[in-house]
């Protein structure tokens, strides 16, 4: 299994603010590293594919980067909607794993 | 609309046994690869099992092997999980997502459609 470590675990930010989350695979997984985003009581929403690419619909302020074991998920410019649980999941090889999740909370 | 709806969560003793389900609509179902997904409560997002397109593979995450099966009917659009000797540790909402192949032909995998979920709780 790969291990998946999402750092922070949490944070407190505010409107406006540019916030950088980061993953590290325990192994190399190339690119193929999802980005989720999900509010309370709700199912996750694909985010980012590939390490980098935007899913279709997901506004342009959201952006991944990384390949190998190191990736980033970072939010140019926080919305109050953008307040929620960001996972990262590899699909590397089964079973797919996910990392711990960072929730990103109103400062 | 391109949708998944699960049912059949509920109440079960430990050791019980659930079948849950997963209707889809709105897209071509026997294309592609789909997977349960699971979050007890409070915690993470954990990926429980898969299966592709002719049922000729399905994988699981070790905690469940022997003990939960996936299958699919693509004449019916649905999708099944079938668990049995069912622990504490089981409970949980429980997800159907669609996998969709993206980016450089077709390489990388994502969970692009989720259903609404379903709860599953094991206890006495």
């Known amino acids: 299994d790969i291990p998946m470590t999402q750092s922070p675990s949490s944070l407190s930010t505010s409107v406006g603010d540019r916030v950088t989350i980061t993953c590290r695979a325990g192994?190399?997984?190339?690119?193929?590293l999802n980005w989720y985003q999900q509010k309370p009581g709700k199912a996750p929403k694909l985010l980012i594919y590939?390490?980098?690419s935007l899913q279709s619909g997901v506004p342009s302020r959201f952006s991944g980067s990384g390949s190998g074991t190191d990736f980033t998920l970072t939010i140019s410019s926080l919305q109050p909607e953008d307040f929620a649980t960001y996972y990262c999941?590899?699909?590397?090889?089964?079973?797919?794993?996910f990392g711990g999740g960072t929730k990103v909370e109103i400062k | 609309e391109v949708q998944l709806v699960e049912s059949g969560g509920g109440l079960v003793q430990p050791g019980g046994s659930l079948r849950l389900s997963c209707s889809a609509s709105?897209?071509?179902?026997?294309?592609?690869?789909m997977s349960w997904v699971r979050q007890a409560p409070g915690k993470g997002l954990e990926w429980v099992a898969n299966?592709?397109?002719?049922?000729?593979?399905?994988y699981y995450v070790d905690s469940v092997r022997g003990r939960f099966t996936i299958s699919r009917d693509n004449a019916q659009n649905s999708l099944y999980l079938q668990m049995n000797s069912l622990r504490a540790e089981d409970t949980a909402v429980y997800y159907c997502?669609?996998?969709?192949?993206?980016?450089?032909?077709?390489?990388?995998?994502?969970?692009?459609?989720w259903g609404q979920g379903t709860m599953v709780t094991v206890s006495s």
């Open positions: 997502a669609r996998e969709s192949p993206f980016g450089d032909n077709s390489r990388y995998d994502a969970f692009d459609i």
């Open positions: 709105g897209f071509t179902f026997s294309s592609y690869w």
């Open positions: 299966i592709n397109q002719d049922v000729s593979e399905k």
């Open positions: 192994q190399s997984i190339s690119r193929f």
């Open positions: 590939a390490a980098s």
């Open positions: 999941q590899q699909s590397y090889s089964t079973p797919f794993t």
